[in-house]
Each structure stands twice: as structure tokens, then as C-alpha cells.
């Protein structure tokens, strides 16, 4: 994940066990996360980053718009 002044930036897709699995452990441990319109919800029931309300996909992932901050510190 990586930090940007809109938010941060995801770089993975929903194919990829290790990136699918990043996402879910990101979103369990996030105080903002919300799920996303059930047509919105790639995958069915799971509480991932892919799945929520504040991501907006890009072409190599996507942004998260709620800016979680990350655990090395503010501007990391």
C-alpha cells in the first residue's frame, strides 16, 4: 500500500490469493470500513478493501478515499 495526498494506493487484484488476502487483513484491522452496495461487491460476504464503500478502482488496484493512515506513521 502506498501513501498519496488523495489516499492510499492499493497495487493488487482481485485474481491473486496473496492480494485478496492483504486486502481482507487491511480491512479488518480498518476503523472506517463500511461495505460497499451489494452490487458494488466482488466478493460475496467477505469484509475486504475490495468490498468497500471508500475504494475506487484504478487500473492497478485502487484507492482507498478514507486515507487509513499506515502503521509506519503519517507521510510513510
Do not use: I
Given at each position: 500500500m502506498l501513501h498519496g495526498q488523495e489516499?492510499?494506493?492499493?497495487?493488487?487484484?482481485?485474481?491473486?490469493?496473496?492480494?485478496?488476502?492483504?486486502?481482507?487483513?487491511?480491512?479488518?484491522?480498518?476503523?472506517?470500513?463500511?461495505?460497499?452496495?451489494?452490487?458494488?461487491?466482488?466478493?460475496d460476504g467477505e469484509q475486504s478493501c475490495f468490498n468497500c464503500r471508500y475504494r475506487r478502482w484504478r487500473a492497478d488496484g485502487f484507492t482507498c478515499m478514507k486515507g487509513f493512515p499506515s502503521r509506519t506513521g503519517a507521510g510513510a
Amino acid at each position: 500500500m502506498l501513501h498519496g495526498q488523495e489516499g492510499h494506493h492499493f497495487h493488487g487484484c482481485l485474481q491473486v490469493a496473496s492480494d485478496r488476502a492483504a486486502a481482507t487483513t487491511l480491512a479488518t484491522a480498518c476503523p472506517v470500513y463500511r461495505v460497499d452496495d451489494e452490487n458494488e461487491t466482488p466478493l460475496d460476504g467477505e469484509q475486504s478493501c475490495f468490498n468497500c464503500r471508500y475504494r475506487r478502482w484504478r487500473a492497478d488496484g485502487f484507492t482507498c478515499m478514507k486515507g487509513f493512515p499506515s502503521r509506519t506513521g503519517a507521510g510513510a
